[in-house]
């Protein structure tokens, strides 16, 4: 994309996202408690308890959706000039966020539906369909990008309605999938009564999912300071930054998919009672997530400026900039990825408070203070630092809390008082 537009359009798109990241943690946390409530459903065995779950876990992400459309459309003006974003990529930017807000309902829900399948113990269809969303992003994107085919040149209006059209075809398909193989969570005849929302279990989407949505608002909000002060620095350190966060997103996907499957198969067999299980899904998982996010940050190491080069052009300042950028931050997401494993098994009995506080003191009390409090010595070099020594403090905290903390005193959520 800034190979064709330039590098502005980078830092447009990656400062637009911050809000989409902040607005999907409603929907995360939404998905999160969903899941749980599946597993532990499935593990006691109550199949219309899990059928409740869905209908009103669908409901309400759907009704969400459409609002923050609405409102984002309006309000992402206002937003962008808050964060400083530099004048040679604000109305870009604007374009960008508002066109991404008209694709929420159908991405919200997508991700949803990931969620709710992970809950059941699926893995590899979430996986299956997310490589398809993927896929069509990348050729929808740069079609309407660039006007390929005799199609309208779009530019960076382009890029957000390939990934609309992509998020749009991949739930369909899903969704058809979904019914043609009668997966659990599908809703047929009397089952879609439960599309009208249950307020005791919209209650408890909302007590269990309210922490993770905080937790999203929490980190995404430290991100939205973070980027003000990298925007301060000028259009290049921003496009670079812009740059070294979009490998950073592939570089967490591992770690992601496996914390995700850690909570699933830890709430069916924390409804089972099985907490042996549970230990051992723990060290595995965490281990796993490790194994992978390590040899991905070495994959990247090893192929020097290539990745940076498919964002950035070559041989440029801006180039230099993010790669050492990506020096400094890179393998912090190796030890990021055992916070996201062992937080993941904490949510899976419904503690969902602590994974909150521990990313709120990460962010709001190491990485931000210490990125200001460093700048006058350092630089623009102290907002990298910032990102190595938040993980370290995640990770510490989180494995305190688990070894330590009283996680595992949780009721199920189907259960009385729970």
Not at 89 to 97: K, N
Not at 293 to 314: I, N, R, S, Y
Not at 316 to 344: F, H, P, S
Request: hydrophobic letters at 55%; one cysteine or more.
């Amino acid at each position: 994309m800034s190979r064709v537009l330039g590098e502005h359009a980078l830092t447009a798109v990656v400062n637009s996202n911050i809000f989409m990241f902040m607005m999907m943690g409603v929907v995360m946390g939404i998905g999160m408690a969903a899941g749980v409530g599946i597993g532990q459903s499935i593990g006691a065995d109550d199949r219309s308890g899990i059928r409740k779950v869905v209908g009103t876990a669908i409901a309400s992400v759907l009704a969400f959706a459409l609002l923050v459309a609405v409102a984002g459309w309006w309000m992402a003006p206002i937003a962008l000039d808050r964060m400083h974003v530099p004048d040679e990529a604000h109305d870009a930017a604007v374009t960008y966020l508002r066109l991404v807000c008209l694709s929420m309902p159908s991405t919200f829900l997508f991700v949803l539906m990931m969620m709710l399948l992970r809950g059941t113990g699926d893995a590899r269809t979430p996986f299956r369909f997310s490589l398809l969303w993927i896929g069509l992003g990348l050729v929808l994107s740069p079609v309407l990008l660039t006007g390929a085919f005799g199609l309208p040149r779009l530019g960076i209006a382009g890029v957000a309605l390939g990934g609309l059209l992509a998020n749009g075809i991949a739930l369909l398909s899903l969704v058809a999938y979904l019914y043609r193989r009668r997966v659990l969570i599908t809703l047929r005849g009397a089952d879609l009564r439960y599309l009208r929302p249950d307020l005791r279990i919209v209650k408890m989407l909302t007590t269990r999912g309210s922490p993770m949505a905080l937790e999203s608002f929490v980190v995404q909000g430290s991100y939205f300071v973070l980027l003000a002060m990298v925007n301060d620095y000028g259009a290049k350190t921003a496009a670079a930054y812009s740059a070294a966060a979009q490998l950073w997103n592939y570089v967490q996907m591992p770690s992601i998919a496996v914390a995700s499957a850690m909570s699933a198969m830890s709430a069916m067999n924390i409804g089972a009672q099985r907490w042996d299980r549970v230990e051992r899904i723990a060290r595995r998982g965490c281990l796993l997530a490790v194994t992978l996010t390590g040899a991905t940050c070495l994959l990247l190491q090893l192929l020097g400026d290539w990745p940076l080069q498919l964002f950035l052009p070559q041989g440029g300042e801006t180039l230099v900039k993010a790669r050492g950028i990506n020096d400094i931050v890179l393998w912090g997401w190796v030890v990021q990825a055992i916070t996201g494993g062992l937080c993941a098994i904490m949510r899976s009995n419904a503690a969902m408070l602590a994974p909150t506080l521990i990313y709120g003191i990460t962010m709001w009390v190491v990485r931000v203070p210490f990125a200001k409090a460093l700048e006058p010595a350092l630089g623009e070099a102290a907002i990298w630092w910032s990102f190595p020594m938040g993980t370290a403090n995640s990770a510490l905290l989180a494995w305190a809390y688990y070894r330590w903390g009283g996680w595992r005193n949780k009721r199920l959520v189907g259960k009385p008082g729970g």
